[in-house]
């Protein structure tokens, strides 16, 4: 499952060597990085358009939590007050969920192998990977944030750019350690039920941000004071974008 | 992987590590012996300080003196984790097996000696705090610490072989001390949104020099029982290594 049309054949030779970490194994003539990010982006988004396995998996379990949720919060508090928590609990189950998917999808039939025969920049690799995982993500969550609005009675009118600036820069650092850590699981005998494991600890900082920028917006005050968590969680971001894509080399190796 | 070549013990035993032909264990366990009989020595003094040297504190009472196992569990439970990142970050960079070995003793260590503050503090919060467990910010970073440590080592026994567990152990070594500093600037802000718990600071009763002095000689030694624990642990994760390339190599 190459997308790289690029020529390979140098690269396959020096990629036997076993050291992925030498950078001209992976320099293909011609091809920039934003190409080649862009190339594994496309091949994930193009399989998930075909099959839909993840939108349809991850949006009926995001769905099914709201239910759960309905149903074990206690009547009498007001869902106002717990809206921000609710979605966001989702959204990281959901989100976790997910993120073992795209990976598994790579190992089955060795697809990966190809993937990894291709002269990609492995840095290139994590930042197409991510890129798909977060259109996912973002699609999942422009179901749950209606549905929750909807099932709950929340008001999120008022405040759309200023939620989809949280959401967006929320997923972001989220997905960026969801892509490690579900390539690293995916290399481990335990598999998927690693990735909450190692995920949920280090997103305490998204989690915090996130789910009271949210509250914040949903009990109707305006944009300007969400904007301190907006920086935190674009902080996070900038850090993990930037670990992940330069540790993801050292994942990929055999 | 160590490559093993000669077949006698006692040479393959100063010829084996990567690089590393002067990399004998008789020196690392020397050392280790060493500093044990020194965090030996200064953990008796430090006991003795705490039972009959330091006043008791007279707001908290005698429970108070469970800090000076709990605040020197927390450095060195820092500093191991500091270890941990340094190693792993140098292992991704060098690929030494002797800078892994370093972090999972370090990691090790610093998973019991959170433990360690993880009990004693509740402990102290029971009486001090009227709860066993407070979200404040402090706890939680420490919590969270604990998690993603043990994350560390479920992640490297996890791994489908060796190499890549050490990989993967390292790159959580990296990620996880990253985030340290993010999750603790998060926790003292999702904690100042909300009135915080009657804390009587332990800073409060630093003013007597006998508690002061208590307090240092407890920090020396357990950090001298850390390094001497740390050289114990990393012999023997190096002599599991040749184990394992003893084993496999050709007779």
Redesign the interface.
Known sequence: MTTASEPREPAIASKASAHARDADAWDAPGASFVAQVWAVARKDLLLEARSRERLVSMGTFAVLVAIVFAFAVDPAVRARSIGGAMVWVTVLFAGTLGMGRSWALEREAEALTGVLLAPIDPGALFLGKWMANMAVMLAVEALIFPVFALFFNLGFQGSIPALAAVVVLATAGFIA?GT?FGA?AA????GDT?IP??L???L??VV??AS?ATQRLLVGRPAGDVLSQLK?LG??DL??LF??TA?FG??M?E | METMTTPSPATAYAHSGVGSSTDSLAGTRRWAMALGVLAAVTMIAALYMVFFYAPTESTMGVVQRIFYMHVPSAWTAFMAFGIVALCSAGYLWLRDPRLDAIAVSAAELGVVFTTIVLLTGPLWGKIAWGAWWVWEPRLTLTLLLWFIYVGYFILRGAAENPERGKRFAAIMGVVGAVDIPLIHLSVQWWRSQHPKPVVLRPEGAQADPAIVQTLMVALLAFTLLFFSLMLFRYGLERLRTRAQALRVAPR
């Open positions: 350690l490690l690293i290399h481990t005998r335990l690693l494991i190692l949920l600890p280090l305490a900082p915090i941000f009271a935190m902080a996070f850090v993990f670990l992940c540790l050292a994942v190796e």
